[in-house]
């Protein structure tokens, strides 16, 4: 049973540039949620996919904007790249029927410069 | 204020310790609690939720504290693969975001 799979790993992008992080929910999971962790700290929610609708936003810019597709499967889109954007970004699969639960991919670590 | 505070540590203690860690929440309508594990540069993985009875998991105990809106976790026995940042998760009423604490970074040494 395959877990929640993240691409790329590792990624480097300069200032102004745009970037699209990909994520594969854990199977039987409908509910794609996106974290980003800077070094040192938690993860921020970004915001939540399901049934291919954005359901939740965290205080994250515009330039943040997001994809379910009909499989589940979701992408992070960001616009206007910032040196502060650097972080590692999780994508997160969830039942909704337990939303709490939520399951962790090994991430994406983006660097800006 | 933060919504989810924890002391950073280190907390550096030998095999066979005790340890506890604490962790406090601003919102009073949180819903749900838990604690996450995450090792350097993975991804954070559930360690246990956590209900006002208290429950334990081998080593491991948590407790929520409502009135005082404080959150524990007790590690019994600690063994070096417990080193770790643990991470202090809340969920709010109506609510799919989990909220994090940064983390209160273990280590334990032989």
């Known amino acids: 049973d395959a877990g929640v799979t993240q691409s790329p790993t590792h990624l480097i992008k300069t200032r102004g540039q745009q970037v699209t992080l990909r994520c594969s929910p854990k199977s039987g999971h409908d509910t794609v949620s996106w974290y980003q962790q800077a070094l040192g700290q938690g993860p921020q929610f970004i915001f939540q996919y399901y049934e291919e609708e954005e359901r939740q936003r965290g205080n994250f810019p515009d330039r943040f904007s997001g994809h379910q597709f009909p499989n589940y499967s979701s992408e992070l889109n960001v616009n206007a790249l910032l040196l502060g954007d650097s972080a590692l970004y999780l994508c997160?699969?969830?039942?909704?029927?337990?939303?709490?639960?939520?399951?962790f991919g090994p991430g994406t670590r983006l660097t800006v410069t | 204020r933060k919504e989810v505070e924890q002391d950073p540590g280190p907390f550096n203690v030998p095999e066979g310790a005790t340890v506890a860690f604490n962790c406090t929440y601003s919102?009073?309508?949180?819903?749900?609690f838990f604690w996450y594990r995450q090792d350097c540069r993975k991804e954070p993985k559930l360690l246990m939720s956590v209900y006002s009875s208290g429950n334990e998991d081998g080593r491991f105990t948590a407790q929520l504290n409502r009135a005082s809106q404080y959150i524990s976790l007790l590690i019994r026995d600690s063994k070096l693969s417990d080193s770790a940042t643990y991470l202090c998760v809340v969920i709010g009423l109506s609510s799919y975001k989990l909220i994090f604490g940064s983390g209160t970074r273990l280590l334990v040494r032989p």
């Open positions: 997160a699969s969830s039942y909704s029927g337990a939303s709490y639960e939520q399951y």
């Open positions: 919102n009073s309508a949180s819903q749900s």
